[in-house]
């Protein structure tokens, strides 16, 4: 069964600096999505990405972050300056739009830790 | 209001009881409800979609209301391989295709 694959699994980094996150979706999927978890809150919405141009994005989007679809299969979630606060379990999702509900599934994750 | 509401519980339950799970959302435009399932640091995982007409698959039975913004999940029999922490999602619709997440209930189910 295609799955969605993320790297690394677990990333620390300094405040203030650059993390990229990267997603691998499944491959004929055509939505991908970042949300976010801290730990102990529920799962939140970050932005969604068609067409290569974002299609909405929360208020936690900030000029913070980018997404970018470099090539065919990535897709990747930049924090330019990390804050503390930055610390989250980071899920990437993709969808199928033409089937049913358009369903989004998960990735495993990657772990960001901000010191 | 919250956007997507449920009881945090947790709900300890006997292996083979029967455990119901409710859930209320705000936004009478909602398109879509999912029931997803996630277990401890890991990822969401899609449980099953609630169709209109309410669904079942095999133990599990899912239940919408759009007149009261009511969804639930019943599951029978329950296994100690249900626990985890059930999650209740909205898809108001929208170009963004945006998901929100209730806070999830937390199930563990004991010997």
């Known amino acids: 069964e295609p799955e969605v694959t993320q790297t690394p699994s677990h990333q620390v980094t300094q405040m203030g600096q650059e993390v990229i996150l990267r997603c691998v979706p499944i491959?004929?999927?055509?939505?991908f999505y970042w949300y976010r978890q801290i730990l102990g809150q529920k799962v939140e919405f970050l932005v969604s990405?068609?067409?290569?141009?974002?299609?909405?994005k929360s208020e936690i989007f900030d000029d913070q972050f980018s997404v970018e679809r470099p090539d065919g299969s990535n897709f990747t979630l930049k924090i330019r300056s990390t804050k503390l606060e930055d610390s989250a379990m980071y899920f990437c999702?993709?969808?199928?739009?033409?089937?049913?509900?358009?369903?989004?599934?998960f990735g495993p994750g990657t772990r960001l830790t901000v010191l | 209001r919250k956007e997507v509401e449920q009881d945090p519980g947790p709900f300890n339950v006997p292996e083979g009881a029967t455990v119901a799970f409710n859930c209320t959302y705000s936004?009478?435009?909602?398109?879509?409800f999912f029931w997803y399932r996630q277990d401890c640091r890991k990822e969401p995982k899609l449980l099953m979609s609630?169709?209109?007409s309410g669904n079942e698959d095999g133990r599990f039975t899912a239940q919408l209301n759009r007149a009261s913004q009511y969804i639930s999940l019943l599951i029978r029999d329950s296994k100690l391989s249900d626990s985890a922490t059930y999650l209740c999602?909205?898809?108001?619709?929208?170009?963004?295709?945006?998901?929100?997440f209730g806070t999830g209930t937390q199930l563990k189910v004991e010997l």
């Open positions: 491959s004929n999927h055509l939505y």
């Open positions: 999602v909205v898809n108001i619709g929208g170009g963004g295709n945006k998901l929100t």
């Open positions: 609630v169709y209109s």
């Open positions: 936004n009478s435009a909602s398109q879509s």
């Open positions: 999702a993709s969808s199928l739009p033409g089937q049913k509900f358009n369903t989004q599934y």
């Open positions: 990405f068609y067409n290569n141009e974002i299609s909405e």
